[in-house]
Structure formats: structure tokens, C-alpha cells
């Protein structure tokens, strides 16, 4: 090899190695990027099961003292088959994690509920997007 080839061998491998770096970078702030974007309720893939204890978390909360859901329960907040039309997923989950923080001074209490329980009522909330209106 002459110096002159070593040189540009010299050159190029190392444009070629910075091209690298930078390509191994771009795509680890890519993957950060992802792992941020992925919200607990976008890989969640609700069973039967899922959807049944969603109904009985609710229960067991109380939720049912201010919100019915086919015509059963309290008047105080809205009725909640219906509220996964009105709501985007996200939206259901942001509220019901933190209601005063989307609406100060709401009624509705902050149960801190876990995010796995908090996606079972919404898969259940889900089941009732729509609102029979009876004749
Ligand atoms: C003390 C009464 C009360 C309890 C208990 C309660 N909420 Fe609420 N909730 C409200 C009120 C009032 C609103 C309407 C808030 C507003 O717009 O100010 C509301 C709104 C909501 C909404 C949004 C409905 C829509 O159509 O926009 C959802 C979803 C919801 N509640 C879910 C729940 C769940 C799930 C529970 C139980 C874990 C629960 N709530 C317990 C009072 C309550």
C-alpha cells in the first residue's frame, strides 16, 4: 500500500466510521423516542377477562355512586356508556388517573388507581361506546 492510497483508505474509513456513529446515535434517540410514545394503554390487548374485572374495579370504587352506566347508578357525573365515543383512549385514561389535573376543582375524587387497573375499566368503558336511547 502506498502512503498516498494508505491516506485515502485513512480518509474514507473514518468518514465511514463517523457515518456509523451517527447512524447508531440517530437510531438509539429514535428507539428513546419510541419508548416515550408508548403509552401503557397502546400495547394492551384486553380478554374477556380484562373487561370483566374493569366492571368490577369500578364497582368495588364506588364509581357507580355518581355514574350510571346502562341506567344503573348515581346522577352526579355523566353517564359513562357513551364516554369512550366522547373520549379518545388516551383522554379516558389521562382523566380518570387525575381528573383534577384536567379539570380543577372537578367532583370526580383521584383514586390512584394503577395503570393495569385503570385499562381494564377503559377496555370495559370501551364495550359501552354507545347509548341506547330506549323508545
Ligand atoms: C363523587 C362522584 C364521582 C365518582 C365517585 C366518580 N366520578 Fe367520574 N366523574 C364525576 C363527575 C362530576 C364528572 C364530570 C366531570 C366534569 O366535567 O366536571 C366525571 C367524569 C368522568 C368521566 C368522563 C366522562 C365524559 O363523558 O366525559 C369518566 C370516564 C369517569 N368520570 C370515570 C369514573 C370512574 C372510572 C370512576 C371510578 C373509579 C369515577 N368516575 C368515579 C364524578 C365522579
Same mark, same amino acid.
Request: hydrophobic content about 40%; charged content about 20%.
Given at each position: 500500500?502506498?502512503?498516498?492510497?494508505?491516506?485515502? *483508505?485513512?480518509? *474514507?474509513?473514518? !468518514?465511514? %466510521?463517523? &457515518? %456509523?456513529?451517527?447512524?447508531? $446515535?440517530?437510531?438509539? %434517540? !429514535?428507539?428513546? !423516542? =419510541?419508548?416515550? @410514545?408508548? +403509552?401503557?394503554?397502546?400495547?394492551?390487548?384486553?380478554? @374477556? !377477562?380484562?373487561?370483566? =374485572?374493569?366492571?368490577? $374495579?369500578?364497582?368495588?370504587?364506588?364509581?357507580?355512586?355518581?355514574?350510571?352506566? =346502562?341506567? *344503573?347508578?348515581?346522577?352526579?357525573?355523566?353517564? %359513562?356508556?357513551? @364516554?369512550?365515543?366522547?373520549?379518545? +383512549?388516551?383522554?379516558? *385514561?389521562?382523566?380518570?388517573?387525575?381528573?383534577?389535573?384536567?379539570?380543577?376543582? #372537578?367532583?370526580?375524587?383521584?383514586?390512584? &388507581?394503577? =395503570?393495569?387497573?385503570? $385499562?381494564?375499566?377503559?377496555?370495559?368503558?370501551? #364495550?359501552?361506546? #354507545?347509548?341506547?336511547?330506549?323508545?
Amino acid at each position: 500500500m502506498t502512503s498516498e492510497s494508505l491516506l485515502v *483508505f485513512v480518509k *474514507f474509513g473514518s !468518514a465511514f %466510521l463517523a &457515518l %456509523l456513529f451517527v447512524m447508531i $446515535i440517530a437510531n438509539s %434517540l !429514535a428507539g428513546g !423516542a =419510541d419508548q416515550a @410514545a408508548e +403509552t401503557p394503554w397502546k400495547k394492551f390487548n384486553p380478554t @374477556a !377477562a380484562d373487561i370483566h =374485572d374493569g366492571r368490577q $374495579i369500578m364497582e368495588r370504587n364506588g364509581c357507580f355512586s355518581c355514574h350510571s352506566i =346502562d341506567g *344503573f347508578g348515581g346522577q352526579i357525573g355523566p353517564r %359513562l356508556d357513551g @364516554a369512550a365515543r366522547r373520549k379518545s +383512549t388516551e383522554d379516558l *385514561f389521562l382523566w380518570i388517573k387525575s381528573p383534577g389535573d384536567v379539570k380543577p376543582g #372537578t367532583r370526580m375524587p383521584q383514586y390512584n &388507581l394503577p =395503570d393495569a387497573s385503570m $385499562i381494564k375499566i377503559i377496555s370495559y368503558l370501551e #364495550t359501552k361506546d #354507545t347509548v341506547e336511547v330506549k323508545p
